[in-house]
C-alpha cells in the first residue's frame, strides 16, 4: 500500500479505503479500532501519511465501502478497458483475502460491468460489509452522496420501505451490456429480482439480495455518470418521479440513516445522530472527503 502513496489519485484511494475500513470497525460491537488490526510500525506509519482516516472515522461517514474504491484503484491501475485484468487482479486479491465470508467481512462478492457499444467499460462491486445495519447505513450513504441521482432515486423507490408515491426506478436501454461475475469462481451471474426491478433487466433470478447491495447497482451508476446517451434514454419516466415526491424519499432515507446510527453501541455516533436529528451537523458535512487531505498536501 505505502508505494501507492507517489501517485496523487491513488493516494486519496488510500486514504478512502483506510477512513471506509475504520469507519466500519467502528460499527462493530465490541468496536474494532485500528489499534486492534494494525502492528505498531504499520499504525505509525499510515498515520504519518494519512492522518485525516484516524481522526475522522468515529465523526464522519464514507460514501461508499472499502471494496469499491479497491475496484477504482485496480481500473485506475490496470486501465478501464482490461477487464479480464481487473477482474483476475481482484479475484486473486479475494481469494487471498481467505475462504470463508468471516475472513474476508470487507470484501465484496461479485463485479459488474456495464457497457454500450463503444469501448468504455464502467464497473461496480456488490457492497463489501458484513451484517445487516452496517450494509443498510451504507446503503443510504451511496444513495446520498455516493451513486448518480437516477440510480439513488432506483434504490430509494424501495429503501427503507417499498414506497407508494414514489417511483424513482430506471429502464436501461436494450443495447446495454450489465453482465456480473462471482468473484470467488469467476462465472457469471444473472441478475437477481431486486436488480430487474430498479433498472428493468430481464432474464432474472427467483431471489433478490437487499436493495442497492448488488454490484450492479454501482456499475449502472459510473455507466449512467459518464455516457450521457444512456443517461438521456434511462431517465426515470413514472409520474410518480416529481421533484417534490423523490425529496420527501429523500428525507426518508435521511431519517432511517440517523436511526441506523442511534442503534450503534458507539457513544461518538449516537451523538453524531442526535446532532443530525437536530440539524447541528448537516448532511452535506456529514461524509468524509479523502480529496481534503490531497488538498492540503500540495
Ligand atoms: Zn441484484
New binding site residues.
Partial sequence: MMELDTIPETRVLVDEILHSIFFLGNLRDPTFSPQTFLSDDILTELKDRYPRPFTHYSTQLPRRSPFSCVLDMFVHLCGKEEEDKIKDSLRELFNEMGQTCEKRPLSSSTICISQTSDPGRYYGVSMSTSGRNPGQIMVAASCLKSWHSYVAGAVMTFYPDIQNDFDGTIKLPERVRCQTFSLSNGREMP??G??GNLFGLGRVEDKS?AYGN?A?VESVSNLIKNVETVREEARPKSEKCTEEKREMAEERVKKKLITLLKLVENTKLAKLAKQLQCGKIKFTDLFYDPYISERRSD
Fill in positions: 441478475p437477481c431486486a436488480c439480495w448488488c450492479e
